[in-house]
């Protein structure tokens, strides 16, 4: 088959919509590029496009519009088992009458493959996730995080280079979900393979991605390094739904470069990073991520901003204190601080000042 583009993109969405009843799109003119060996997470809420997209790079879906290619070959006409990838769900769906080795050695078997090349593979596809002495063992046997390796190893089995992961830790609790996220990011940087993993968990974006694509409303709203999209998110949606963030509404009153000079309707006025803004009286909301407050005056570097706050709630957890404080009008103005010997702990109802430097501070959309 001739490649179709010369593009070094792995996988390609280009110009993809899909519509379940020819009137409302789920996925909006998606264009989305990935290099081989990029582990890439698609996040957002339900219902805002990423399984959707996942289905379609599968072959469970039909793009209503545009082109999906693997590795410069168009895949929109070619059926699901024989686009040679590998998938992994949150129900492990593996066949609980075999066992182990025959859930491994089943997609072998249909690819027509000899018994000593099948039994070669399963083995070293359960090395990999360090299941090799549960071979002989039913589903039924195994833990739920072991039956989710099992599941990785299935998907690895035939050496596919592109992996999708759909929710896979879902099912699992805090802790082994936590110890899996590493392992499959492991597992994956070992092997060199292209990952595309859904989910709607951030910190598990953040934790194993090499780029999150946030999505909604059908669209990416941001595609970026998951430290690029916490430090740097281009829209208040991505500002919301990636970790914990402050927001104060105002009105831009000049913009100068990038700062810009934003009246909050509170009266006060702070200056900001201008990041969706563009004139002089354009509402805006500013965003400002809890770990970047200071309300120890000794601590506020010079040219720091600083507003009178009220303290309502201060919360022991153990490795910081998160204080609720009222802030311009917000009675849900966060402050995260480090456990540290020289920590006050404040009382609820006293006034304090808070500050934070300008370029912490990011005036989005309103």
């Avoid at 805002?48 to 469970?60: H, I």
Wanted: charged share 25%.
């Amino acid at each position: 088959m001739a490649k179709q583009n010369s593009s070094d993109a792995f996988v390609e969405f280009e110009r993809v919509q899909k519509s379940y009843d020819g009137e409302t799109l789920v996925v909006k003119d998606l264009n989305l590029k990935m290099p081989k060996g990029e582990f890439l997470t698609m996040l957002g809420p339900s219902g805002s496009g990423k399984t959707t997209c996942l289905m379609m790079l599968a072959g469970f879906e039909t793009a209503t519009h545009g082109e999906i290619r693997l590795d410069g070959v168009s895949i929109n006409n070619i059926p699901p088992h024989k686009r040679g990838i590998g998938m992994v769900f949150q129900n492990y769906a593996l066949f609980p009458h075999m066992t182990v080795a025959e859930n491994l050695s089943f997609p072998l078997e249909v690819r027509r493959m000899g018994k000593s090349q099948r039994e070669e593979k399963v083995k070293r596809a359960l090395d990999m996730v360090q299941m090799g002495e549960f071979g002989g063992r039913r589903p039924a046997q195994l833990s739920g995080g072991q039956q989710q390796r099992i599941a990785l190893a299935r998907a690895l089995v035939f050496e596919a280079e592109l992996v999708l992961m759909d929710e896979p830790l879902g099912a699992l609790d805090k802790q082994l979900r936590e110890h899996m996220q590493f392992e499959i990011k492991r597992i994956a940087d070992n092997l060199g393979i292209t990952v595309v993993y859904v989910t709607h968990d951030q910190t598990e974006a953040l934790t194993m991605s090499d780029r999150v694509a946030v999505f909604d409303d059908g669209r990416i709203q941001q595609l970026a390094p998951p430290d690029t999209l916490y430090e740097e998110p281009e829209n208040s949606f991505v500002a919301q739904f990636i970790g914990e963030n402050n927001t104060l509404e105002g009105v831009i009153q000049k913009i100068n470069g990038d700062i810009c000079e934003v009246r909050l309707d509170s009266g006060d006025i702070i200056d900001a990073k201008p990041v969706n803004v563009t004139k002089a009286g354009e509402r805006t909301k500013v965003s400002i991520r809890p770990e970047r407050v200071e309300f120890n005056s000794e601590r506020l570097q010079p040219g720091a901003h600083t507003l009178r706050a009220e303290v309502l709630e201060f919360i022991y957890m153990g490795d910081i204190f998160r204080t609720r404080l009222r802030v311009a009008g917000n009675e849900d103005f966060i402050v995260k601080t480090r456990n540290a010997p020289d920590q006050v702990r404040l009382e609820p109802g006293s006034q304090i000042e808070i500050g934070w430097l300008p370029q912490d501070c990011r005036a989005l959309d309103a």
